[in-house]
């Protein structure tokens, strides 16, 4: 029988961290604000989290730091080098910012939109293209239980690069129709690099993010997401449409009034079933 307690001491037993993408192809379908906030759960349950931004836009980063200034009010909240930095020292190791016990984001920034340019500047083939990320995030992984990755919708070299490296994939999908494209063209990318470099990667699940609640176009894609996808990869709980979920993005994680805890209460619930299905795939 699962139990949370049980598997959060499998994860902190690990020697490697279990890494999960969040994706999907179209940009806007929840991947930031899903990655950020079930990263801010876990880290609620004692699971040592590290949440890496590697989109350019930095919506992760912004939020995260928005979130740890909140939690420091006596403190000024500042990133010393970001990801592109660490990527041209070929070291990421001293890029993660501590956020709140147990939750480090590595941070982003807009110089990050170079990262095509630098790597097929300094690579001979698309193998190495592909595998560019997976070397320096090697010594990540022996730091954390769980690491999540925030993609950028529509960057081949990063998505590739973060599905080599991942464990699980976990696809955001905003019930709207050119989101379910998005998320059926992600998962033909996945398959095809699984095939191509024998990957033991798999589906975590598909999240859905209500784009009207109770809207007859949520219903009908949610509906043909089950038969895209099978019922059973689609997480039960659903995150609803909810205004505070956008002030979050832009005013950091908060649990002060009803609303923020309402918001919390709706990822505690998801972060839970995301830790049921990680249990199933890693230890039934």
Do not use: C, W
């Not at 876990?42 to 989109?55: E, N, P």
């Not at 939690?71 to 190791?93: R, Y």
């Not at 709207?176 to 059926?184: I, P």
């Not at 095809?192 to 176009?217: A, F, P, S």
């Amino acid at each position: 029988m699962y139990k949370k307690e049980d598997l959060i001491k499998k994860l902190k037993s690990r020697k490697k961290a279990i890494t999960i993408t969040i994706g999907n192809q179209k940009g806007g379908v929840g991947k930031t604000t899903n990655a950020t906030l079930i990263g801010y759960m876990l880290s609620k349950f004692g699971i040592k989290t590290l949440v890496a931004d590697l989109d350019p836009q930095s919506n992760a980063t912004k939020s995260l730091m928005l979130t740890k200034s909140n939690n420091t009010p006596d403190e000024v909240s500042t990133i010393s080098k970001t990801l592109m930095a660490g990527v041209q020292e070929g070291n990421l190791t001293d890029l993660p910012v501590n956020i709140v016990p147990n939750l480090d984001l590595l941070p982003s920034f807009i110089d990050f939109e170079d990262f095509p340019k630098f790597i097929y500047r300094n690579t001979s083939s698309d193998e190495e293209v592909d595998h560019f990320l997976e070397p320096m995030f090697e010594p990540l992984k022996e730091k954390y239980d769980i690491i999540l990755l925030d993609v950028p919708p529509m960057s081949l070299e990063v998505t590739n690069n973060s599905v080599i490296m991942s464990d699980y994939v976990l696809i955001s999908l905003q019930t709207q129709e050119r989101a379910l494209t998005g998320a059926e063209n992600y998962l033909n990318t996945l398959l095809k690099l699984r095939n191509q470099y024998e990957l033991d990667v798999d589906i975590l699940g598909v999240l859905e993010v209500l784009h009207k609640n109770k809207g007859t176009v949520d219903q009908y894609i949610m509906k043909t997401a089950k038969k895209e996808f099978g019922a059973e990869n689609i997480f039960e709980n659903v995150v609803p449409q909810m205004e505070r979920i956008k002030r979050f993005d832009v005013n950091g994680i908060k649990e002060v009034d009803f609303f923020d805890k309402k918001v919390i209460g709706v990822y505690e619930r998801v972060t839970n079933e995301f830790l049921k299905r990680l249990n199933y795939y890693e230890y039934e």
